[in-house]
């Protein structure tokens, strides 16, 4: 599986960005793909994930009514639209995926991990 991010960049607080994540190599109809985050010297942070099989969300609290996740499986491209962002959500942003059931915002659910992407808020 190969996972490639792009859309990070700088923003004010307040502002939206999107991330986009290009996924290919799956194998099976059903996997759980998602958002994570790592600023410095903080553990990474699970925000968003979403699973194929039934179109389950999940959310961590910290952005719960700001960032919205969404899948294109025709493109094979997640999203996450990131709005009213804060200085606090400034980090690295990673996209990774794992097959079979199931979804969570654990990362040690997840066996593959794209490059990152940096988003900066001021």
């Known amino acids: 599986v190969q996972l490639v991010e792009s859309g990070g960049g700088s923003v004010q607080a307040g502002g939206s960005l999107r991330l986009s994540c290009a996924a290919s190599?799956?194998?099976?109809?059903?996997?759980?793909i998602g958002w994570f985050r790592q600023a410095p010297g903080k553990e990474r942070e699970g925000i968003s994930s979403?699973?194929?099989?039934?179109?389950?969300?999940y959310y961590a609290d910290s952005v719960k009514g700001r960032f919205t996740i969404s899948l294109d499986t025709a493109e094979s491209t997640l999203y996450l639209q990131m709005n009213n962002l804060a200085p606090e959500d400034a980090a690295t942003y990673y996209c990774?995926?794992?097959?079979?059931?199931?979804?969570?915002?654990?990362?040690?659910?997840?066996?593959?991990w794209g490059q990152g992407t940096q988003v900066t808020v001021s």
């Open positions: 190599g799956f194998t099976g109809s059903s996997y759980c």
């Open positions: 990774a995926a794992r097959s079979g059931s199931g979804c969570s915002l654990n990362q040690h659910d997840f066996s593959s």
């Open positions: 979403i699973y194929t099989g039934d179109s389950s969300t």
